[in-house]
DNA sequence: TGTTAGCACTCAACTCATTAGAGTGCTAAC
DNA sequence: GTTAGCACTCTAATGAGTTGAGTGCTAACA
């Protein structure tokens, strides 16, 4: 068998049929493709190429008298090496984001929608983990006879707050001692930084409070740690309706059912922010997504950064037909746009 | 025309017709209903009776051949006579309910969990309305030069934080008298109870500082205003995929989205908290219901109570042949153990 | 007078065959 | 190497025929 290349031809003809698809969501004939390009050859001409293009496998045919839709490797193929990024209209899309919102997860909300509407695709956005951040300020005040509030402020103002139950009565002056020694000690802190001695040192210049301390550590790791299962915004998941080849029953309800349980998109997010190497973006086609149920979607990551270790990730989720060139540029627009706001803070 | 009569004989078998429909989705026919009940009647009898049914509006025809389905008014009258309650194996949901979670949120994220998971529907909780809820605590703290952090706890350990940016610069000492006076005016009080006497008098009181004064008032009211746009959780809206008069494209995708935005779930909230005379349970069938994109469903709502003035809303949302025992039966449970869990905290 | 048997009728849903049309592969000619 | 042309394939759409569940109505029965 003769070894067979992806010459310039063959390449314009895997543009056009991708192009076609894309649009159409239908398989691409010969004689569209003999039409569509301004390659001016004849439908048979594009058929012979097809043929080989399907043995190299970058297409397929549905049925045997249907035409030609991009395989997996086809679409890899495009994204890798034939997009050409649009930077549209994304402009109002900027607009819209300076009416910045003040809280962080209304933010993300509102980008998430702000995506899905503007890419007819399914959105979704992770708050930033705050896993490497440091501590900023802790407070604890008294609501009742046994009760301790603490508030928690980590570096980027995000907030956490904890309610403790203390067995011993506490007074206002003991408790601003606690404040005091709990914040020259910790403030400035990552999670990870805080290790045993720092603990034994505060607990013993707590004395008879010292199971306070304790209890202080524990609020703030659980904090923390809740966080750490993220929270995860998600929206447009009925667009996925507009696309006929996930519209059906069975698909359609794994996939609406993998964006109510927000679970499995975690591990989405893990596997994005897990690549170090990347640009920033990440584009999952069909089965390389980690997300068994969207094996017939595709998925486009991005990671924004808001100051040092609070990293969140942005996906797309649509057909393995969606406008990669858009959804690229949107998704870059959207990160940047982020960053922005939050230097400008 | 003579007046027709819902007799005995009527009731029992329009019961019968729904209960079959209830099972089965599918138009209940004469045949199916004369061997169903022990009435002793033959199709022809029956056929008579449903006859009879039609015309008073109980029940309908998709199509001449086909059985009799019950129409809003017949699920009216079996929600409103017919039902007997199952107080069935509830147990199991009340041992769920006990790993109680503190977090609020969590906990009640749990809740529409839990009942989609035991019903097959999709649900929706509310989060208490925090309205008429008093003010238990307020702390300000300096996070950074020129930002305060201000934590509001409500009754109930409801806690509401927000940063607030001052111009000036305020020492310690200046943050705990203000924190005194704030606390001072405004403990107990409810948000309708803070009036344009107690500002002036604190402003008075705070001096030069009066401005962060107002900024505090502000930010309670905004934090408490933000939790008017009410936080609502749901789950299981992939459920109505197990129901083919749901499932199709059109209504499957209306449904989803009215549950992925939530926005509209408000109304339904509003309209279960206003109606003041209710015993707990609301029924809305088929266009009864206030959300239009819902009036092929049946939604069940029903009201918890965590302490006073904190009232939410958990609805449960299904085809019309829903289960509506179970479902009213479940709700009551659910709801009383919330009461309960308020009580023992 | 209420109940029932029986029959003609209706209509959705299914099956099956046919057709139309889009698209292919292959061959022969340019 | 390219193209015209033809036989072939297969889906999707169409329509006729059949089935079966269910009805309404009538006449007979208790």
Do not use: W
Request: glycine content about 6%; hydrophobic content about 40%.
């Amino acid at each position: 068998m003769v070894e067979m290349q992806l010459d310039e031809r063959k390449i314009k003809i895997m543009q056009a049929i991708i192009r076609n698809y894309l649009e159409t969501g239908e398989p691409v004939g010969s004689r569209t493709i003999s039409k569509y390009t301004d390659l001016n050859l004849s439908s048979a001409t594009i058929r012979n190429e097809m043929a080989d293009l399907e043995e190299m496998g970058y297409i397929l045919q549905p049925h045997t008298s249907a035409g030609r839709i991009p395989s997996d490797k086809g679409y890899r193929l495009y994204v890798d090496t034939m997009m050409e990024e649009k930077d549209k209209e994304l402009e109002e899309l900027k607009e819209m984001m300076l009416e910045k919102e003040d809280k962080m997860d209304n933010l993300l909300k509102q980008v998430a929608k702000l995506l899905a509407v503007n890419t007819n695709y399914a959105t979704m956005v992770s708050a930033p983990a705050v896993h490497r951040n440091k501590l900023k300020f802790i407070q604890l005040s008294r609501v009742d006879v046994n009760q301790l509030l603490a508030v928690i402020v980590m570096e980027g103002n995000v907030i956490k707050n904890n309610i403790l139950q203390v067995a011993e009565e506490l007074n206002d002056e003991t408790i601003l001692k606690l404040n005091i020694l709990l914040n020259t000690h910790l403030n400035g802190l990552a999670l990870e930084e805080i290790n045993l001695g720092t603990i034994s040192a505060m607990k013993q210049q707590a004395g008879i409070h010292s199971a306070i301390v304790s209890d202080v550590i524990d609020a703030i790791a659980e904090g923390i740690k809740a966080d750490e299962d993220l929270e995860i915004y998600t929206s447009g998941a009925n667009n996925i309706f507009r696309y006929p080849e996930l519209a059906d029953q069975q698909k359609a309800s794994e996939i609406i059912n993998t964006f109510e349980e927000k679970q499995m998109l975690t591990e989405l997010v893990q596997d994005t922010l897990s690549d170090e190497s990347n640009t920033g973006i990440q584009v999952y086609i069909g089965n390389e997504t980690p997300i068994q149920t969207m094996k017939d979607c595709s998925v486009v990551t991005a990671t924004y950064e808001l100051g040092e270790g609070m990293r969140g990730t942005i996906g797309i989720i649509g057909p393995k037909r969606m406008d990669y060139d858009k959804v690229i540029g949107t998704l870059k627009t959207i990160t940047h746009q982020l960053d922005d706001l939050y230097k400008k803070k």
